[in-house]
């Protein structure tokens, strides 16, 4: 994973690695649309042009206006959404929650099998993107 960048948002911790972020909210948030815009500011700083996997990593209970995915929707390098939890009221909740964006999504319960995920599913988009950029040629 090498070296990364972490940022301290109030509610919210963010650590930027080279293709993926990981994002963990504090205990009794409430995540609405200025929480994702202070995220988009991030996202730009480090993956303007390149694209990149999310995880939430869900250790806290916490609360999301579902109105806030559309603001991810709009994120289009933003390739896959991964959930992290051992609990089976916040899987619930983020499987309920996935019905509101429209990136491929999964639920782990470790950090090492979502890595993995993210990296295999990053690694299928640029092959696609390669095959069709070929293609156009």
Do not use: C
């Not at 070296?3 to 301290?8: I, K, Q, V």
């Amino acid at each position: 994973m090498g070296l990364f960048h972490f940022y301290d948002i109030g509610n919210t911790e963010i650590y930027v690695f080279d293709d993926f972020m990981i994002k963990q909210v504090k205990e009794g948030v409430f995540i609405d649309k200025q929480d994702v815009r202070q995220l988009v500011e991030i996202i730009d700083k480090h993956f303007k042009s390149k694209k990149f996997g999310f995880i939430s990593n869900r250790v806290n209970s916490y609360t999301i206006n579902p109105l806030t995915y559309s603001e991810a929707n709009k994120i289009d390098n933003l390739i896959v959404f991964a959930v992290i939890t051992n609990d089976a009221k916040m899987r619930e909740t983020s499987e309920f929650e996935n019905k509101f964006h429209n990136k491929p999504f999964s639920v782990f319960e470790n950090l090492s099998d979502a890595i993995v995920w993210i990296n295999d599913a990053l690694k299928q988009n640029n092959n696609q993107t390669n095959s069709t950029s070929l293609k156009e040629k």
